[in-house]
């Protein structure tokens, strides 16, 4: 089963506009982290934002949010006031104790900002 | 800012040839991680290590091998490129094992092999 689902392999957003991208998770373990990470067009993985399962505030950084709704197991993004720049692949993963610490990672959505 | 650096960037390389692509942090983090990824797709773990003298295999089976002799540096080699190995390579690097760790990642070398 997957661990980590991401159901938008694609999204057209128009600049200026709030866009959530969709991630659910499937886990026993009682602790575990939920990572958020972009890579742009060069490759390179950047982090954007972590969720811990014991945090009771959803984590914030800057125009990123994570919806996080522990009973639902899903760890949506928020990007407010999308840019050009946002434009990008979005990949959600997740790290449990059982799994050793390695992140389990998801297919990722390609994200398109419209002038 | 994560200090973590790859080289090469590109590779463009013939069937058979040995190489070694170089991942090096200065965040004296204790674990690196080598991924795979095709363009457009998840990542694949490939080799991890805990420490010094520490290796392991990841979830996809590859015909790589790594060795981390220095905390800092963790290279990976291919002793006969086939076609099959074109991709890109991500290396990461992350503080020992605690879920609330973030791996960081450098640019990637990206793998063409003819």
């Known amino acids: 089963a997957q661990k980590i689902t991401q159901t938008q392999p694609g999204m057209f957003v128009q600049e200026k506009e709030a866009v959530t991208l969709d991630c659910t998770y499937d886990t026993s373990d009682p602790s575990y982290g939920l990572f958020w990470y972009k890579q742009p067009s060069s490759g390179e993985m950047i982090f954007l934002i972590y969720q811990g399962s014991y945090d009771q505030q959803n984590a914030t950084e800057g125009r990123y949010s994570l919806n996080f709704q522990k009973a639902r197991k899903s760890a949506n993004l928020v990007i407010s006031a999308s840019q050009l720049g946002d434009s990008a692949m979005y990949f959600c993963a997740m790290r449990e104790e059982d799994s050793n610490y390695q992140l389990i990672w998801g297919a990722g959505t390609k994200l398109i900002i419209k002038p | 800012e994560a200090d973590i650096y790859q080289t090469p960037r590109y590779l463009v390389i013939g069937t058979g040839k040995k190489i070694t692509l170089e991942c090096s942090q200065t965040m004296g983090h204790d674990k690196m991680y080598w991924y795979q990824q095709d363009p457009g797709m998840e990542l694949h773990l490939i080799h991890y290590s805990y420490g010094v003298n520490s290796t392991e295999k990841g979830d996809l089976s590859s015909e790589s091998t790594v060795s981390r002799i220095r905390t800092e540096h963790f290279p990976l080699t291919l002793e006969s490129a086939r076609p099959s190995h074109t991709s890109q390579y991500l290396c990461?690097?992350?503080?020992?094992?605690?879920?609330?760790?973030?791996?960081?990642f450098g640019p990637g070398t990206r793998l063409t092999v003819l």
């Open positions: 990461a690097s992350s503080v020992m094992g605690v879920v609330t760790d973030t791996q960081y």
